[in-house]
Structures are given as structure tokens and as C-alpha cells.
């Protein structure tokens, strides 16, 4: 069963593309220049929200470098041990709002130290896939379209998250236990 699904999944990618190719010269789309105009459209958004990454990526060295994601930590640890949320986990907690290859990094060093089949190692496993980066998507689309004003998408993206970082405390300790 596993072979069949193995090979199945290896033709997928290339019969979707094939079809979508195939249905496109059907519609008498032309496929070249649509894709050109496509890729001319991506690289100007790329120029257009590369100041908006460079400053999330900066803001965030600071963060790690300065020492200040540590003092955080530690300020938090008790308030946290209330809440069923293991202290060691909440450098990854305020990193992944603002990017992916940090909180990577960071659930990187936390599986080491702690191992992956620990409570901490599956928690902060978890939160990895149950979170999303906020500042970092926000940054790349409002930049791409110019919207200034964010409205409600950050309280309610904040919102998310935390649930996010609860029930993968919640859930780790049901399936795995304390």
C-alpha cells in the first residue's frame, strides 16, 4: 500500500501541471506569455515588499542578539508555569509571529536540548505546526497591495496564535501526559 501511494504521489505534481497546461492551450490562453506577464508581476511585488522584510528581519536579529527574547523569558517563566505553558517554550512563542526560519531555529535548539520525544520537544513541535508567522505574512501581502490600516487582521491573527500556543500545551499533555 505504501509503494502505490509513493508512486502516486511522485506522478501527481507533474499530471496537475500537464493538465493545467493542457486545459490553458484548450481556452486558447497563450501559455508563454501569460507566464511571462505572471513572472514580471512577481518580481515587481518582490521589489515592492523588500523593504518591509528587510526591517522584520532586522527587528528581529535585535530581538535574538540583544539578549532581550532571553530577559522576556525569564520575566514570564512564573506567569507561564500558571498557565500549563513550559517557559522553555516562549522564545519559540514570540518568535513565530515574526518568522518561520527563527522559530524554526529556535524549536531547532529546544529539540536538542530537551530531545524530540520530550513533553517540551513535542509541545514546541507542535506549536510549529499549529502557529502561524503573523508580522512576516502581514509584512509581505499588505506591503505587496499598499494597505496601510490593518483593521482587526492583527488582534484576530494575535488571537489565533494564542489559541494556537494553548491548545498545543493542552494537547501535548492529553496525548503525551505531563
Avoid: W
Avoid at 58 to 67: P, V, W
Amino acid at each position: 500500500m505504501a509503494a502505490i501511494i509513493k508512486q502516486f504521489t511522485i506522478y501527481t505534481v507533474p499530471f496537475i501541471i500537464l493538465g493545467v497546461l493542457i486545459f490553458g492551450y484548450l481556452k486558447g490562453v497563450k501559455l508563454y506569455e501569460v507566464f511571462v506577464e505572471g513572472a514580471m508581476e512577481g518580481f515587481n511585488i518582490s521589489i515592492k515588499i523588500l523593504p518591509y522584510l528587510v526591517t522584520m528581519l532586522f527587528a528581529i536579529a535585535i530581538l535574538r542578539e540583544s539578549g532581550a527574547l532571553n530577559l522576556i523569558t525569564a520575566a514570564c517563566a512564573p506567569a507561564l508555569k500558571l498557565l500549563g505553558i513550559p517557559p522553555e517554550v516562549l522564545p519559540l512563542v514570540l518568535m513565530k509571529p515574526m518568522s518561520g526560519s527563527g522559530s524554526l531555529g529556535i524549536t531547532a535548539e529546544i529539540i536538542q536540548k530537551y530531545g524530540p520525544d520530550s513533553l517540551i520537544g513535542r509541545i514546541a513541535s507542535t506549536m510549529m505546526g499549529s502557529t502561524e508567522t503573523i508580522f512576516y505574512t502581514m509584512a509581505v501581502y499588505y506591503g505587496a497591495i499598499g494597505i496601510k490600516k490593518m483593521r482587526h487582521t492583527l488582534i484576530s491573527a494575535i488571537l489565533a496564535h494564542g489559541a494556537g500556543v494553548i491548545a498545543s500545551c493542552i494537547i501535548c499533555r492529553m496525548v503525551f501526559g505531563s
